[in-house]
C-alpha cells in the first residue's frame, strides 16, 4: 500500500503541477492570498473543533503511510502464531513462549500472551487484548475522520477566499485592466481548497480507514492464535482456525458498509 501511496502522490502533483504550467498561473494560484485564507483557515477551524493531540496523531499517521508497513501481512501473522504453538508444544505450555516474538506487530503479539500467562484464563485475556484493540481502531478512525473534517474545510474556506476576491473584482470594475487579475486571484482560493480537498484529505482519510481495518484483522488473528495456544490446540488446528478466520472477517469487512465499517467494534 506504501507504493501506491507514493505512485498517487506523484501522479496528483504532476498533474496539478502540468496544469498551472498549461496555463501560466503559477503564481497566481499558488500566491499568498489563497494559502493563507485557504490552510490558515481551515488550521484555525480544525484545531477548535479538534484536540491538538489528535490533530498531531493524524498527521503523524498520514506520515507514516509513505513508510513501509510496521505491521505484518495476515498470512505471516498466522505463520508467526503457527511457530509459537510449535514451540509451545514441544516446550510444554505456553510458559515456554514468554520471551518470543517480542517486537512482532508493535509487541502485541507479546502482550496478548503475557496477558494469557498472566490471567490463566483465556476470557480474561480476550478483554483486555480486546479493549486494547478496539482503542487502537478507534484512534485509526479519529484520526481519518480528522482528514475528513479538513476536507470538508478547505473547499469552504477557498469559497471564502473567492468571495473575498469577488469584492476586489467590484471594486475594480472602472478599471477594465484590473479586473481580469482580480478575477483570477479571487478564483484561486476555490482552485487550492477544491484541489487540496480532493488530492489530499479525501483520499488520505480513506487511506487510513482501509489501514485501520487492516491492522485490526491482524491483531484479531494474533490473539485468536494466543487464545488457541493457552487453550493448548494443536499447530495444525491453530493454522486451519487462523486461516479460516482472516477469510471470514475479510469477507465481513468487504460485505459491510462504511459507515459500518467505522463504527463496528471489533468482536
Not at 498466522?78 to 520471551?99: F, S, T
Not at 478507534?138 to 480528522?146: L, P, Q
Not at 473567492?162 to 482552485?191: C, E, H, N, W, Y
Not at 485490526?216 to 486461516?243: F, M, N, Q, R, W
Request: aromatic share 6%; charged share 15%.
Amino acid at each position: 500500500m506504501t507504493f501506491s501511496v507514493w505512485i498517487g502522490s506523484l501522479l496528483g502533483a504532476a498533474v496539478i503541477a502540468w496544469a498551472l504550467e498549461h496555463i501560466g498561473a503559477v503564481g497566481t494560484f499558488l500566491g499568498g492570498h489563497a494559502l493563507i485564507i485557504v490552510y490558515g483557515g481551515s488550521l484555525a477551524a480544525t484545531m477548535i473543533s479538534t484536540p491538538g493531540t489528535m490533530i498531531w496523531r493524524a498527521f503523524a499517521r498520514f506520515l507514516r503511510l509513505f513508510l513501509p508497513d510496521r505491521l505484518p501481512a495476515p498470512e505471516q501473522a498466522i505463520a508467526e502464531a503457527v511457530r509459537l504453538a510449535r514451540l509451545a508444544q514441544n516446550g510444554g505450555g505456553i510458559l515456554a513462549i514468554q520471551g518470543e516474538s517480542q517486537n512482532f506487530a508493535d509487541g502485541f503479539l507479546h502482550r496478548a500472551v503475557i496477558a494469557a500467562v498472566s490471567s490463566g484464563e483465556t476470557a480474561e485475556t480476550r478483554r483486555m487484548m480486546e479493549a486494547e484493540i478496539k482503542r487502537r481502531r478507534s484512534d485509526g478512525m479519529e484520526d481519518s475522520n480528522t482528514f475528513r473534517t479538513i476536507g470538508i474545510l478547505t473547499p469552504m474556506f477557498g469559497l471564502l477566499g473567492t468571495l473575498i476576491g469577488m469584492v476586489k473584482v467590484l471594486q475594480t470594475m472602472s478599471d477594465p485592466t484590473r479586473v481580469g487579475p482580480a478575477m483570477a486571484l479571487a478564483l484561486s482560493s476555490a482552485f487550492l481548497g477544491i484541489s487540496t480537498a480532493n488530492l489530499i484529505c479525501v483520499p488520505v482519510a480513506g487511506h487510513i480507514r482501509i489501514k485501520a481495518i487492516g491492522e485490526t484483522l491482524i491483531y484479531e488473528i494474533l490473539l485468536e492464535g494466543v487464545l488457541d495456544i493457552a487453550s493448548g490446540k494443536s499447530p495444525y488446528v491453530i493454522e486451519t482456525h487462523l486461516s479460516a478466520y482472516a477469510a471470514r472477517r475479510r469477507v465481513e469487512a468487504e460485505e459491510a458498509p462504511a459507515g459500518a465499517a467505522a463504527t463496528a467494534p471489533a468482536p
